[in-house]
């Protein structure tokens, strides 16, 4: 799955932005800074 249907699933579980994309990270293995860039490009 793509970072950002990853971000979706918390999201919908309602978490937070920022939240969410510290648990994406969490599971990729990733730094949160890395999703952040990822996302904003």
Same mark, same amino acid.
């Given at each position: 799955m793509t970072i950002e249907e990853?971000? /979706?699933i918390? #999201? *919908?579980q309602g978490a937070s932005q *920022? /939240?969410?994309m *510290? #648990?994406?990270a *969490?599971?990729?293995g990733v730094s949160k800074r890395d999703i952040y860039?990822? #996302?904003h490009t």
């Open positions: 990853h971000m /979706e918390y #999201l *919908k *920022k /939240e969410a *510290k #648990l994406v *969490k599971d990729r860039q990822y #996302l």
